[in-house]
């Protein structure tokens, strides 16, 4: 219920929108200024460029590197939820019918493998008691 959830926002510019109490930036993860919360949902990264004009490291960068550093605030922080959608890419570069999770990840270029690095980091985290980590492949 809305009336009873607060959300904030994370990201490199912080614009007001609407039903978000305030955004914050990177930095302020590491100083101390984010509030308490109970989930963290991760849909933050470098979109997937179809015209491969994107260099290499921007997504490692990004999607590898920013994924980490949310993830650990995480484990440090009092959230027991983390959410990460990380995408179809990181586990094939095509999909046709249904991706399952026995599926071995084989991802093509660097979109998908900064995502599969992302979640390889999260999932190689010894979790905490009490929290949890859900990772959704959307197409």
């Not at 959830?5 to 955004?23: Q, W």
Request: proline residues 5%; neutral net charge.
């Amino acid at each position: 219920m809305k009336s009873k959830n607060e959300i904030y926002g994370l990201d490199i510019v912080s614009p007001e929108k609407a039903g978000v109490v305030k955004t914050f930036s990177w930095d302020d993860l590491d100083a101390g200024v984010v509030p308490a919360m109970d989930a963290i949902i991760h849909l933050a990264g470098k979109a997937h460029d179809t015209k491969n004009k994107s260099a290499a490291d921007v997504y490692f960068k990004v999607n590898t590197g920013l994924t980490q550093k949310i993830f650990d605030y995480f484990l440090a922080s009092g959230a027991s939820k983390f959410v990460f959608f990380s995408t179809a890419k990181a586990a094939a570069d095509r999909v046709d019918g249904m991706l399952t999770e026995d599926v071995v990840p084989t991802p093509v270029g660097p979109y998908g493998e900064s995502k599969i690095k992302a979640e390889e980091y999260v999932l190689g985290k010894e979790l905490p008691t009490g929290k949890q980590v859900y990772i959704f492949r959307p197409l």
